[in-house]
């Protein structure tokens, strides 16, 4: 889904002993605080009767979507050209947020199917202080006010943030269980994918900046010539950088990275990428001073081999497994489970 509600911010991932009766909580939930109503959301005519979707026997109403759309409605307005595409985009948040307070509830089901599996109260009881503390700065009779706005009683309050808890915690699972990826699904991408790891001719760039002040070009050359006689006599650039670069990176020895030819402005890009690996230029006289550069190591136009890579391709393959392993379990829970739109 392209958006989803504020729930979905939640990380809650829980570590949960399969068949035992607790499980451990990461961070305090998110407040769900009440937002001003929109005037212009369209939803009253939409869902004339207050009712957006059943699921089972919980009912999502036209207030618990505009809860999740009015932090996100103001970035809608701004990004539509007229009201046309506003009422366009508006419509498919609007559906975007029912269905994903659709997957909530199936999966809160399929958490309560286990009888066992249960969320010790205490868990409840910190999150709601957490938020009581960071979110009404310790005020309980706004933290009341807000659950009056609402019509929620504690009790109902609560029962909201557990369901939050166990929301968070399955997907987390679901996430976990779908990040192996074998080598050989690493090898088939690599192969059928070669044009996304093309790349062009690359310089591991160390640099030495010498700046102007009051010193003339040949004051500059003079300690430039220092230099190089050193780097000559064997001593490593990178140590050479850390004493006499006055750039922000001396403490890093003067490293700036893999530099590609159109990263750099020719002054420096002519003369770096005539040099070998482990070459030092010629001094470079700029107007604001003199530099030294040094080429630590080179990397060759075109296709990387899979080594470099790997790590890359693992991270793509694992994120996509984790989408169609959600999809394909949230789709078997929809299809389990009595849901009516409206």
Known sequence: MTTGPRRLALRLLLT??????????AQPLALKAEAPAPADDGLKLR?????????????ITVDDIRRELAPILPQIRRESRNQKEFSEKLEKVQDDIVRSLVDRAVIVKEFRKDEKRKIPESYVDNAIAE?????????????????????????DYRKE???????GYMRGQQRKSANIVSPAKVEEYYAANQAKFLQEEQIHLRLIQLNRAELSDEQLLAKAGEILAKFKGGAKFAELAKDYTQDARKAKGGDWGWQKRGDLKAEFSEPLFTLQAGQVSTPIVQKEGVYLLFAEERKAAGVPPIGEVREQIETVLSQQMTRETQEKWIDRLRRNAYVRLY
């Open 47 to 59: 869902f004339a009767n207050g009712i957006a979707a059943v699921v089972e026997s919980k009912v």
């Open 16 to 25: 949960l002993a399969l068949g035992g009766p607790t499980l451990a909580i």
């Open 161 to 167: 943030v557990e369901d939050d808890i166990i929301y």
């Open 131 to 155: 938020q009581l503390t960071t979110q009404f700065e310790g005020d309980r009779a706004r933290f009341l006010a807000y659950l009056k706005s609402r019509g929620f009683t504690l009790r």
